[in-house]
């Protein structure tokens, strides 16, 4: 194997993607050492070396702090050699669009490059002209179509119905596709023959369009040519029909939709729920469906063995607002299946989104719920309570403030108490609560702690990255005036300053973990990682012993016995017990365990 192609896979080990850096850790563990081509510190240098996903990392970030985030480098790396940087930049460039002049854009526009017209066209987005629009349809170049397209969609009701109509005839499907969409915005003044033509279209995207735009049409809505499609060849094609014709309320779209409630796999019954979740046309909700269903089928929908399929029943039934069966749900709130508890809460707490809680419900069964053996039941009805304009006692709160409460939590910090924006601070340290957390310590305002946030921002989770970053947009504005110039270096040119410096060893470890290789250097490299100051590294290296049996050795059970007890992270601990249930069962504690 050449130096290329090792390289190649070193840079994929380091990637973003399980998958991908299963495969490359595969290959690359088939090397060996020693005399091998790849010694574990040549990887590692290899990984300093590719800063590849913390340029990304800073992109994530710059695209939640909208007008703090400088123009001028973004056209710079829009030109970088490395298309995952240029895709970041264009990225960034969209999400900031709105906060800059148009007229700032608009002098970009003449670029030679179709890569900086395409981040021109997605940032004016609504500001751009027709005729800017319309010249861009036409381009030769495929991706500033497709950022025309997507203008065209954000427009909406700007185009005539005849420009409208005149894409229709566009070669590219996208472009037709968009202007349907645009036409299904037009109400009473919708064309339905140019509509009914693109039922037949060649593309089947351009078909789902025209399926929706007549289901915007309301009582003009052609049910007889939307029943032929019914049969049609396609499946998505028959669902989008069923769907349009069941919002009208038609008998035989909704006996099929039935059908889909009771089909025998749970995957089906829950992918019917998500064909339905979707919307439909412009003012059409997918869930007002719901409406004309018989009630009865999505209560029992909320006792489904499959809890996808509870949870999303829980939001059909939630969309029927003051008309959703209350007291069925609260009497289902104290069902001994916990399945049909969670899905039954979760629809009382969105149905707190539209109705007010405390003059529908009575809040004791609430209360109740909270001394459930269930963590998870706990967890749903401290969600619920936050949507009573009924204050609770916080002293009758504080007895259920668990270390994986965050809901609860929520509650408490929101009325002062440190008490639970501590248990938000440790949650943040989580691999599969920190999104809930950061979520959150934004409703704390200035309150908000903005050391632990920016601690937060280090993260291999990019999801809690761009989470964190939206919180510090909102909590602590004055901050990021001063964070942005490192990460505008970072991204355009891939020197890591202090703020992303933890990153880097946690994508090292990460991408070591992957290798399963037990060979003597890449041991101490773990053994040694259990000791770094930032909790994903420890946890990483945790997984990558976890690989090792039976090579794992004294002094790295030591350390990992030890981490059963780590003081920042329940991810950390919770990881050391599985290993070392592996490595020694008889090490983990049950205690530790639960």
Same mark, same amino acid.
């Given at each position: 194997?050449?130096?290329?192609?090792?390289?190649?896979?070193?840079?994929?080990?380091?990637?973003?993607?399980? !998958?991908?850096?299963?495969?490359?850790?595969?290959?690359?563990?088939?090397?060996?050492?020693?005399?091998?081509?790849?010694?574990?510190?040549?990887?590692?240098?290899?990984?300093?070396? $590719?800063?590849?996903?913390?340029?990304?990392?800073?992109?994530?970030?710059?695209?939640?702090?909208?007008?703090?985030?400088? /123009?001028?480098?973004?056209?710079?790396?829009?030109?970088?050699?490395?298309?995952?940087?240029?895709?970041?930049?264009?990225?960034?460039?969209?999400?900031?669009?709105?906060?800059?002049?148009?007229?700032?854009?608009?002098?970009?526009?003449?670029?030679?490059?179709?890569?900086?017209?395409?981040?021109?066209?997605?940032?004016?987005?609504?500001?751009?002209?027709?005729?800017?629009?319309?010249?861009?349809? $036409?381009?030769?170049?495929?991706?500033?179509?497709?950022?025309?397209?997507?203008? #065209?969609?954000?427009?909406?009701?700007?185009?005539?119905?005849?420009?409208?109509?005149?894409?229709?005839?566009?070669?590219?499907?996208?472009?037709?596709?968009?202007?349907?969409?645009?036409?299904?915005?037009?109400?009473?003044?919708?064309?339905?023959?140019?509509?009914?033509?693109? *039922?037949?279209?060649?593309?089947? =995207?351009?078909?789902?369009?025209?399926?929706?735009?007549?289901?915007?049409?309301?009582?003009?809505?052609?049910?007889?040519?939307?029943?032929?499609?019914?049969?049609?060849?396609?499946?998505?094609?028959?669902? @989008?029909?069923?769907?349009?014709?069941?919002?009208?309320?038609?008998?035989?779209?909704?006996? /099929?939709?039935?059908?889909?409630?009771?089909?025998?796999?749970?995957?089906?019954?829950?992918?019917?729920? #998500?064909?339905?979740?979707?919307?439909?046309?412009?003012?059409?909700?997918?869930?007002?469906?719901?409406?004309?269903?018989?009630? @009865?089928?999505?209560?029992? *929908?909320?006792?489904?063995?499959?809890?996808?399929?509870?949870?999303?029943?829980?939001?059909? /039934?939630?969309?029927?607002?003051?008309?959703?069966?209350?007291?069925?749900?609260?009497?289902?709130?104290?069902?001994?299946?916990?399945?049909?508890?969670?899905?039954?809460?979760?629809?009382?707490?969105?149905?707190?989104?539209?109705?007010?809680?405390?003059?529908? /419900?009575?809040?004791?069964?609430?209360?109740?719920?909270?001394?459930?053996?269930?963590?998870?039941?706990?967890?749903?009805?401290?969600?619920?309570?936050?949507?009573?304009?009924?204050?609770?006692?916080?002293?009758? +709160?504080?007895?259920?403030?668990?270390?994986?409460?965050?809901?609860?939590?929520?509650?408490?910090?929101?009325?002062?108490?440190?008490?639970?924006?501590?248990? +938000?601070?440790?949650?943040?340290?989580?691999?599969?609560?920190?999104?809930?957390?950061?979520?959150?310590?934004?409703?704390?305002?200035?309150?908000?702690?903005?050391?632990?946030?920016?601690?937060?921002? =280090?993260?291999?989770?990019?999801?809690?990255?761009?989470?964190?970053?939206?919180?510090?947009?909102?909590?602590?504005?004055?901050?990021?005036?001063?964070?942005?110039?490192?990460?505008?270096?970072?991204?355009?040119?891939?020197?890591?300053?202090?703020?992303?410096?933890?990153?880097?060893?946690?994508?090292?470890?990460?991408? *070591?973990?992957?290798?399963?290789?037990?060979?003597?250097?890449?041991?101490?490299?773990?053994?040694?990682?259990?000791?770094?100051?930032?909790? !994903?590294?420890?946890?990483?290296?945790?997984?990558?012993?976890?690989?090792?049996?039976?090579?794992?050795?004294?002094?790295?059970? !030591?350390?990992?016995?030890? *981490?059963?007890?780590?003081?920042?992270?329940?991810?950390?601990?919770? #990881?050391?017990?599985?290993?070392?249930?592996?490595?020694?069962?008889?090490?983990?504690?049950?205690?530790?365990?639960?």
């Amino acid at each position: 194997m050449s130096h290329d192609q090792i390289e190649h896979l070193a840079h994929a080990l380091y990637s973003p993607g399980d !998958e991908r850096r299963r495969k490359a850790a595969k290959e690359l563990s088939q090397l060996g050492e020693p005399g091998g081509q790849l010694p574990v510190a040549s990887l590692v240098q290899m990984m300093l070396y $590719d800063t590849t996903r913390l340029r990304m990392a800073a992109a994530d970030i710059l695209r939640e702090w909208r007008e703090y985030t400088p /123009i001028e480098p973004l056209f710079l790396a829009l030109h970088d050699p490395n298309a995952r940087v240029r895709s970041a930049a264009q990225w960034v460039i969209m999400d900031v669009g709105e906060y800059v002049p148009p007229e700032i854009w608009l002098s970009h526009l003449t670029d030679a490059d179709p890569i900086v017209r395409e981040a021109v066209l997605y940032a004016l987005g609504t500001r751009a002209t027709i005729n800017l629009v319309q010249e861009a349809i $036409d381009a030769p170049e495929e991706g500033v179509r497709e950022a025309a397209a997507y203008v #065209v969609s954000q427009l909406q009701g700007q185009f005539s119905a005849e420009s409208l109509m005149g894409m229709m005839q566009a070669n590219d499907a996208r472009i037709r596709a968009a202007a349907i969409d645009a036409l299904g915005n037009l109400g009473d003044q919708i064309p339905l023959e140019p509509l009914l033509e693109a *039922l037949y279209d060649t593309d089947t =995207n351009v078909r789902l369009a025209a399926i929706r735009a007549l289901a915007s049409s309301g009582e003009r809505m052609p049910r007889t040519e939307l029943r032929a499609l019914l049969d049609d060849a396609d499946p998505s094609i028959c669902r @989008e029909a069923t769907k349009a014709l069941a919002s009208g309320g038609d008998p035989a779209a909704l006996a /099929i939709i039935v059908d889909w409630l009771h089909a025998d796999h749970e995957w089906d019954r829950e992918n019917a729920l #998500v064909w339905l979740s979707r919307s439909i046309g412009i003012g059409v909700a997918g869930n007002e469906i719901a409406s004309y269903l018989p009630i @009865e089928e999505l209560l029992h *929908l909320l006792k489904d063995t499959w809890w996808p399929v509870g949870h999303m029943a829980a939001g059909m /039934i939630a969309s029927l607002g003051k008309n959703a069966p209350i007291a069925e749900l609260i009497t289902l709130v104290s069902s001994p299946l916990p399945r049909a508890r969670w899905a039954a809460l979760s629809a009382l707490a969105w149905l707190g989104d539209a109705i007010p809680l405390s003059q529908s /419900i009575p809040i004791e069964p609430v209360l109740i719920a909270l001394e459930a053996e269930d963590v998870e039941t706990r967890r749903s009805a401290a969600e619920l309570l936050s949507y009573f304009e009924t204050r609770v006692p916080v002293d009758r +709160l504080l007895p259920f403030l668990e270390e994986d409460n965050v809901e609860i939590a929520s509650i408490i910090a929101k009325r002062g108490r440190q008490e639970g924006i501590d248990i +938000l601070v440790a949650n943040l340290r989580t691999r599969d609560r920190a999104n809930s957390a950061a979520a959150a310590l934004g409703e704390l305002g200035k309150q908000a702690p903005a050391e632990a946030l920016l601690a937060a921002l =280090n993260t291999s989770d990019i999801s809690v990255c761009q989470s964190v970053a939206s919180v510090l947009y909102k909590t602590h504005p004055e901050l990021l005036s001063e964070l942005v110039p490192e990460l505008v270096e970072t991204l355009c040119t891939g020197e890591v300053g202090p703020l992303l410096k933890p990153l880097q060893e946690i994508l090292i470890a990460q991408a *070591l973990a992957a290798l399963r290789h037990p060979h003597p250097t890449l041991l101490a490299w773990f053994e040694h990682a259990l000791d770094a100051p930032h909790w !994903e590294v420890r946890m990483w290296a945790i997984y990558g012993l976890g690989q090792m049996a039976p090579h794992v050795f004294e002094p790295a059970l !030591e350390k990992l016995q030890r *981490l059963l007890d780590d003081p920042e992270s329940a991810s950390v601990r919770h #990881v050391a017990c599985r290993v070392l249930e592996t490595l020694v069962p008889a090490t983990a504690t049950n205690d530790h365990h639960q």
